[in-house]
């Protein structure tokens, strides 16, 4: 089992940057496949990013691809998501998960844990 824990959320202006950083607990976070989601108010939650446990592989949705960056430090149990050139669109709760699949699924049904999530609201 592992717990998660988003931060690095808030409010920027469009254009800016942030990370994200969801710190894990437990042994095990390197043996997780990991994905970062989204949320906005009345819609789905949808995929952004997913590496592989070794972080070998990443994985992007054609909505960031370019502007988001995924990255993990398994001797530190953290999970990153670097955001570059925001914009409006983005503003949305942030969420990061795990799965015991081998790869990142884009189904958020397919991930065992998560975080509590983190606000981003971009400005413009």
């Known amino acids: 089992q592992v717990q998660l824990v988003e931060s690095g959320g808030g409010l920027v202006q469009a254009g800016g940057s942030l990370r994200l950083s969801c710190a894990a607990s437990?042994?095990?976070?390197?043996?997780?496949?990991m994905g970062w989601f989204r949320q906005a108010p009345g819609k789905e939650r949808e995929f952004l990013a997913g590496?592989?446990?070794?972080?070998?592989?990443?994985y992007y949705s054609d909505s960031v691809k370019g502007r988001f960056t995924i990255s993990r430090d398994n001797a530190k149990n953290t999970l990153y998501l670097r955001m570059d050139s925001l914009k409006p669109e983005d503003t949305a709760v942030y969420y990061c998960?795990?799965?015991?699949?081998?790869?990142?699924?884009?189904?958020?049904?397919?991930?065992?844990?998560w975080g509590q999530g983190t606000q981003v609201t971009v400005s413009s």
């Open positions: 590496i592989t446990w070794s972080a070998g592989s990443t």
């Open positions: 998960a795990a799965t015991t699949l081998w790869y990142p699924p884009t189904n958020w049904r397919q991930y065992n844990y």
């Open positions: 437990g042994r095990t976070f390197s043996s997780y496949t």
